[in-house]
């Protein structure tokens, strides 16, 4: 089974702080995601990382950017928390098909990370 | 512009009814669909997936069924029991080289013992 660890469940800051999120995962994906989930607003994508030291922007990624040293590792990282970025934060991966299985194969998510930024 | 839709946020069954969650999505370049599952405090888990060269994909109790004209899907779960009690979000992708998947908003489906 694959497996998804974020490192912590629930974590509080303050505004100005800069804040780490650590994900890991132990299946040799070559893909990596960070989403936020907020009421009414589903996940959205912030970054995500197709290969080590490779990183693409997705929907929102304004306050946030992103580490990939080793392929089992990536971390998002905002840089000066404010308060609208308290959020539930998930991170995922997955494998990379060849051809139209490219997108076809499933994101695994680790349990998600609870963010308040005070 | 929300590509991907689920405009129910909830929806409640009594348990061995069926559930039908439903899905709408605006970019005709979508060409692959999943469902996924999330209970509280735990990461969403993969459900089932559909192909947009078929119309139809069955795993156990869950029916996936893919409307392109209408660009329309929905989840079946049939008997609906206690368990199945989770939010529901459905999420679309494009061949397009790259690897990711724009999600709906969810659905919280509650299943009435």
């Known amino acids: 089974d694959v497996k998804v660890t974020q490192s912590s469940r629930y974590l509080v800051k303050r505004t100005g702080e800069k804040v780490f999120l650590e994900c890991v995962q132990d299946m040799d994906h070559e893909n990596m995601f960070w989403y936020r989930q907020d009421p009414g607003l589903g996940l959205r994508l912030i970054y995500f990382?197709?290969?080590?030291?490779?990183?693409e922007k997705g929907d929102i990624p304004e306050g946030y950017s992103v580490s990939r040293e080793k392929k089992e590792r990536f971390s998002l990282i905002l840089e000066s928390a404010s308060t609208n970025q308290t959020s539930m934060y998930l991170c995922a991966s997955s494998l990379t098909g060849t051809g139209r299985l490219q997108v076809s194969q499933p994101q695994h998510f680790g349990d998600g990370t609870r963010l308040s930024i005070l | 512009d929300q590509q991907v839709k689920q405009n129910s946020p909830s929806l409640s069954v009594q348990e061995g009814r069926i559930s039908i969650l439903n899905c709408d999505y605006t970019n005709s370049m979508f060409d692959y669909f999943l469902w996924y599952k999330k209970y509280p405090a735990e990461g969403p888990t993969f459900l089932i997936s559909?192909?947009?060269?078929?119309d139809k994909n069955e795993d156990g109790r869950f029916t996936v069924f893919l409307n392109k004209s209408a660009k329309h899907l929905s989840l079946h779960i049939v008997p609906s029991q206690p368990g199945d009690s989770a939010v529901y979000f459905c999420?679309?992708?494009?061949?397009?080289?790259?690897?990711?998947?724009?999600f709906g908003t969810g659905t919280r489906l509650k299943v009435l013992a």
């Open positions: 990382s197709y290969d080590v030291k490779m990183k």
């Open positions: 999420a679309a992708s494009a061949f397009s080289g790259t690897y990711k998947y724009i």
């Open positions: 559909i192909s947009s060269i078929k």
